[in-house]
């Protein structure tokens, strides 16, 4: 997969949400695209489509590959509660699923604590 973010902004972007700074719309939105870039290059495939509303959708997972239509497999959740999921932070957020490979949990938090982030450069 082609990143969009670079590594340096993105991860900037991650450690100020999991230290709780207060994060511009703009911030928040490329934080958010980012762990959707990250999932996918780590977990490549197609069988599981992500999708946060308004921010960005990918394809990743290995297995069955999806080619047209609606996917068999979809993760579909608010920017929040994916930010929430993928450093490992408590989220009652909701999380809509379908399909047999839906659950994400075995790939999830993506990111550690703040003092396991690689540090800033």
Do not use: C
């Amino acid at each position: 997969m082609k990143r969009r973010i670079s590594e340096r902004d993105g991860m900037e972007a991650i450690r100020a949400y999991v230290r709780g700074n207060e994060l511009s719309a703009a911030t928040r939105t490329l934080a958010t695209r980012f762990a959707l870039e990250e999932f996918a290059s780590r977990h490549p495939g197609k069988s599981v489509e992500i999708r946060i509303p308004w921010v960005g959708a990918v394809q990743a997972v290995a297995g069955p590959v999806h080619t047209r239509g609606t996917p068999a497999n979809v993760v579909e959740m608010d920017a929040e509660t994916w930010l929430a999921l993928v450093t490992g932070k408590p989220t009652d957020g909701q999380i809509t699923m379908s399909g047999t490979r839906a659950d994400l949990s075995g790939y999830l938090p993506l990111f550690g604590p703040v003092s396991e982030l690689p540090s800033e450069e």
